[in-house]
């Protein structure tokens, strides 16, 4: 392997996360509990550095480095930015919430740095190998992050259910790709391309890897049938946590598919594609209807997460360009979406209270106007009621899959997204027309206030003008 300076340049989002994890671990070591915004402002000043390298070693070009095993495209560049971007909302979100359980310490964020570098190795992945290594790398760094709170009984069983199923969830996608590199002989997307193309492969043996792969997407995503752990570890974990948790890796979880099944197995696509059906309509189902059951918003939240995983399967099993970019759309929508709904539930928590009900944001708006206007635009959009950038997100998704002659399909995930728009908009009613449970006045850090506002405002702002983010996503397929 031939490594030089140059070589390494297109590595500098992850050499920066990886340097400034390391350095931050140490520094930390010798801060006391008054010092520790010095961990938290360093935490948010690598993410803007990181970002800013993606952006700096960008390009319209694509580069394969490491033995095939790292690529750096626009689709690499512009998906470790909205990783970074929403990761830094996380931190943001967070501190207040840390400061008053005490905490707040320095592997919060550490774990974080980690957990996002992670994910920038699974968005450049050129191989099954580095692939797996990332997705590694968040999984353990969200398996410690999920038992935070060691005082919590709750949170240690989500992070037991998490890391089993974790962990066979990995031994299955270990296995799909022992299979994948039998038939193939190769384990760099490309070379598995070009073998699969140009070799008569026993398709038998290739299915069966599929199979087991698709499974490992599907873990990652929460799909139906394999989200068993997505309500127990989203209720469990501390509300910061699941933010994070919510948020990005549905970001990393996008690249992994576009890397695995278009990169790597785009010749079985009419094979991959009908198992994305059948895991789109499940999860579309299941989700929005359990998610109206539900009385803690954060299993409601993670039943909706559910559905919407739904949507952008449908854009993925396309197979088009139009598709793949809406379900990129959609994914770092999403991923915005969800860090807002948990940001306000982290500000609406203070200590000794947890707002993890539906009815603690009873009143909300006669507490705080502009909570509740950020989450009602924050509702709406996952709800996809116009003008949000919500609504754009399915359609563009809807049609996608209109476009590959699957009507049926795009007519059973509007039916499933009007039952789904039942719980959220049950979450506006409680916070407009009932009576307010507690009085007593919202306070949040100015900083974390400001990021809501910001959060909240580019559902509206991408409602109006959508291809601000449809352009970059388009030109990131292509």
């Not at 070693?57 to 480095?65: A, P, Y």
């Not at 200590?351 to 507490?367: H, P, T, Y």
């Given at each position: 392997?031939?490594?030089?300076?140059?070589?390494?340049?297109?590595l500098?989002?992850?050499?920066?996360?990886?340097?400034?994890?390391?350095?931050?671990l140490?520094?930390?070591?010798?801060?006391?509990?008054?010092?520790r915004?010095?961990?938290?402002?360093?935490?948010?000043?690598?993410?803007?550095?990181?970002?800013?390298?993606?952006?700096?070693?960008?390009?319209?070009?694509?580069?394969?480095?490491?033995s095939?095993?790292?690529?750096?495209?626009?689709?690499?560049?512009?998906?470790?930015?909205?990783?970074?971007?929403?990761?830094?909302?996380?931190?943001?979100?967070?501190?207040?919430?840390?400061?008053?359980?005490?905490?707040?310490?320095?592997?919060?964020?550490?774990?974080g740095?980690?957990?996002?570098l992670?994910?920038?190795?699974?968005?450049s992945?050129?191989?099954?190998?580095?692939?797996?290594?990332?997705l590694?790398?968040?999984?353990?760094?969200?398996?410690?992050?999920?038992?935070?709170?060691?005082?919590?009984?709750?949170?240690?069983?989500?992070?037991?259910?998490?890391?089993?199923?974790?962990?066979?969830a990995?031994?299955?996608?270990?296995?799909?790709?022992?299979?994948?590199?039998?038939?193939s002989?190769?384990?760099d997307?490309?070379?598995?391309?070009?073998?699969?193309?140009?070799?008569?492969?026993?398709?038998?043996?290739?299915?069966?890897?599929?199979?087991?792969?698709?499974?490992?997407?599907?873990?990652?995503?929460?799909?139906?049938?394999?989200?068993?752990?997505?309500?127990?570890?989203?209720?469990?974990?501390?509300?910061?946590?699941?933010?994070?948790?919510?948020?990005?890796?549905?970001?990393?979880?996008?690249?992994?598919?576009?890397?695995?099944?278009?990169?790597?197995?785009?010749v079985?696509?009419?094979?991959?594609?009908?198992?994305?059906?059948?895991?789109?309509?499940?999860?579309?189902?299941?989700?929005?209807?359990?998610?109206?059951?539900?009385?803690?918003?954060?299993?409601?939240?993670?039943?909706?997460t559910?559905?919407?995983?739904?949507?952008?399967?449908?854009?993925?099993?396309?197979?088009?360009?139009?598709?793949?970019?809406?379900a990129?759309?959609?994914?770092?929508?999403?991923?915005?979406m969800?860090?807002?709904?948990?940001?306000?539930?982290?500000?609406?928590?203070?200590?000794?209270?947890?707002?993890?009900q539906?009815?603690?944001?009873?009143?909300?708006?006669?507490?705080?106007?502009?909570?509740?206007?950020?989450?009602?635009?924050?509702?709406?959009?996952?709800?996809?009621?116009?003008?949000?950038?919500?609504?754009?997100?399915?359609l563009?998704?809807l049609?996608?899959?209109?476009?590959?002659d699957?009507?049926?399909?795009a007519?059973?995930?509007?039916?499933?997204?009007?039952?789904?728009?039942?719980?959220?908009?049950?979450?506006?009613?409680?916070?407009?027309?009932?009576?307010?449970?507690?009085?007593?006045?919202?306070?949040?850090?100015?900083?974390?206030?400001?990021?809501?506002?910001?959060?909240?405002?580019?559902?509206?702002?991408?409602?109006?003008?959508?291809a601000?983010?449809?352009?970059?996503?388009?030109?990131?397929?292509?």
């Amino acid at each position: 392997m031939d490594m030089d300076l140059h070589s390494l340049i297109p590595l500098l989002p992850e050499l920066v996360l990886l340097l400034a994890g390391c350095a931050i671990l140490v520094l930390d070591l010798f801060l006391t509990d008054r010092q520790r915004d010095l961990t938290y402002v360093f935490s948010l000043v690598a993410l803007a550095a990181a970002a800013a390298a993606a952006i700096g070693v960008g390009g319209s070009s694509r580069e394969i480095l490491m033995s095939g095993n790292f690529v750096r495209d626009p689709l690499a560049d512009a998906l470790k930015v909205a990783i970074f971007v929403v990761t830094a909302l996380a931190f943001v979100y967070s501190r207040g919430y840390l400061q008053a359980r005490r905490l707040y310490r320095g592997e919060f964020y550490v774990l974080g740095l980690f957990a996002a570098l992670g994910m920038s190795v699974m968005v450049s992945a050129g191989s099954f190998l580095s692939a797996y290594l990332g997705l590694e790398l968040l999984a353990l760094s969200l398996y410690a992050l999920v038992a935070f709170d060691r005082d919590s009984g709750a949170g240690s069983e989500a992070a037991i259910k998490y890391f089993v199923l974790g962990a066979l969830a990995s031994g299955l996608l270990l296995y799909g790709i022992s299979m994948v590199y039998g038939a193939s002989g190769a384990l760099d997307f490309a070379t598995v391309s070009e073998t699969l193309r140009a070799t008569d492969t026993d398709r038998t043996v290739l299915v069966f890897g599929l199979v087991f792969v698709v499974i490992g997407i599907a873990f990652k995503f929460g799909a139906v049938p394999f989200h068993m752990w997505v309500p127990d570890v989203y209720q469990g974990a501390p509300t910061p946590v699941t933010l994070l948790l919510g948020s990005a890796p549905k970001i990393a979880a996008f690249a992994l598919a576009m890397r695995l099944l278009g990169d790597g197995l785009g010749v079985l696509h009419g094979d991959w594609q009908q198992m994305l059906v059948l895991l789109a309509v499940a999860s579309l189902a299941l989700g929005n209807v359990v998610a109206i059951a539900q009385t803690n918003i954060k299993r409601m939240l993670a039943y909706s997460t559910i559905s919407h995983v739904g949507f952008i399967f449908l854009g993925l099993l396309a197979g088009t360009a139009d598709g793949e970019a809406a379900a990129m759309f959609y994914s770092i929508l999403y991923a915005l979406m969800a860090a807002g709904a948990f940001g306000v539930l982290v500000l609406l928590s203070r200590e000794g209270l947890e707002a993890e009900q539906i009815e603690d944001l009873r009143g909300l708006n006669q507490r705080s106007p502009w909570y509740a206007g950020m989450m009602l635009l924050l509702m709406f959009s996952m709800a996809g009621v116009p003008p949000t950038a919500g609504f754009f997100a399915k359609l563009f998704v809807l049609d996608a899959v209109i476009g590959i002659d699957m009507v049926w399909l795009a007519i059973v995930a509007v039916s499933f997204s009007i039952v789904g728009a039942f719980y959220y908009l049950r979450v506006v009613k409680v916070m407009y027309f009932d009576a307010p449970v507690d009085e007593s006045p919202l306070t949040a850090p100015t900083d974390a206030v400001w990021v809501l506002s910001l959060n909240g405002l580019t559902m509206l702002v991408l409602g109006f003008f959508p291809a601000a983010l449809l352009s970059i996503c388009t030109a990131a397929v292509a």
